[in-house]
């Protein structure tokens, strides 16, 4: 019996309908804006592939059509182990178009992110290094696949050695450079999914290179953080924030993760409003972030000092416990600071505000126990205050959270950075202060610091305010 799209439009083929005399539908695997998507296996070979079906209401529609086509010619151009391979083209009457691809047995990037959450930063290179490889081949052969993102990046196991591959799919919004201008006009309709769009493009421009190293920048962000940059709220916010507002540092949005800052670094130059200021092809990306993680020791182990759990450690907590997860082994002193002194500072922050920003006393954290690094940081707030400098002001406070989430101490980190607030609001009603640009940073850092702790209330109303302060200053 035909089924139905939720639109009403109609399908005549299901599992089990044999077409063209060469496929045999097995099941529905997939369903999007365009058509379904099945697994059928190729009788001749008796192997399985994957089928896309236009909707039938679309046969008719020349845009849906050219789109269709596209993929197809794409697609048909490249050949490389992390793209998606097209075995067969045709059209089946009354049902119209279809095409056959390779069948690749995984998952998309999209549902590994919502099952596991942020991956350990060794995986999440390897697997954007076989993205940009496939960008780079599809870049060479003249194609720009212009809708990179995490839906579109499927991830299966090779069965011999465990190891994950990576396969591009969906080349539908591709731009070829020698066939796709020489058949039909420029066209600047914005399309692709809001998350990923790189500025130029939203701002008209035909989509380039540029924009998929962009999109892959995106995808890393997704990757060590478990949430893409700019993303929350409608379309038009988003789009409005790829356009103005500078990427969070990823320690920032996840300080409770050792974010290398040379790995930081790529993000950063990957996600640049100026396409010219971005790594100058997939290849220079692919050698800048082998170049970052080349160093990290993914197989170093650490144990929690609470409950003796092994963990690797690059993860700041415990997994078991959710304690500091800081080496037994550390001297006594380090043990006590890193997993007993989580409470906020004795001394009221507001009673420190407009003193210790006119006059700022020897800070009452300044004892013998503390960590040499800690006290450096605490003496940099303090010259920074003496001097008045903002900006100093500011970084010295989100680099001190930074240094108490890694030694377990959230809550500190939380007060301390309300404390650079404070200083730097001068008392004064925040959104009415000046500079705008370091409290919305502090408000970011502040956002990230609420929703490690599990205080969502907060997080939220600090990021509502980083992203207001951030508007006024533009």
Known sequence: MPRAF??????????GDVFGDRYALRELIGEGGMGRVFRAEQRSLGRSVAVKFLRSNMAHDGDMLRRFHTEVRAASMLSHPNLV???DFGVVVPDGPFLVMEYVRGSSLTRILHREGPLPLRRAARLLDQILSALDAAHRGGVVHADVKSDNILVERDHGDEEERVKVIDFGLARMRRSVELDSAPDHTLSGTPEYLAPEVIRGEVPAAAADLYAAGIILFELLTGTTPFGGGTAAEILERHLTEAVMPPSLRRPDRLIPPALEQVVVRALE??????FHGAAAFRAALAQATERMDVNAIG???????????EICFCPLCGSSTGDRDSTASTRETTTHNWGPPQQPVAARRERDRRSPPPRPHLSHSVDPGL????????????RGATSEITDAYLEL?????RSGRIIVAIAEVQEGIDVVSAGRAVEATEPAPSLSRLFAGLAGLHGLAGQHGG?????ILSHRLARRHR
Request: proline letters at 8%.
């Open 6 to 15: 939720p639109d009403g439009s109609r399908h005549g083929l299901t599992p």
């Open 273 to 278: 409003k100026n396409p010219a200021a971005r």
């Open 85 to 87: 391979a097209v075995i």
């Open 375 to 386: 006290r450096v940081l605490y003496r940099a707030i303090s010259r920074a205050m003496e």
């Open 303 to 313: 144990r929690c000092q609470s409950c003796d759990q092994q963990r690797p450690v």
């Open 459 to 463: 997080a939220r109303r600090a990021a």
């Open 401 to 405: 959270a930074r240094a108490l989430v």
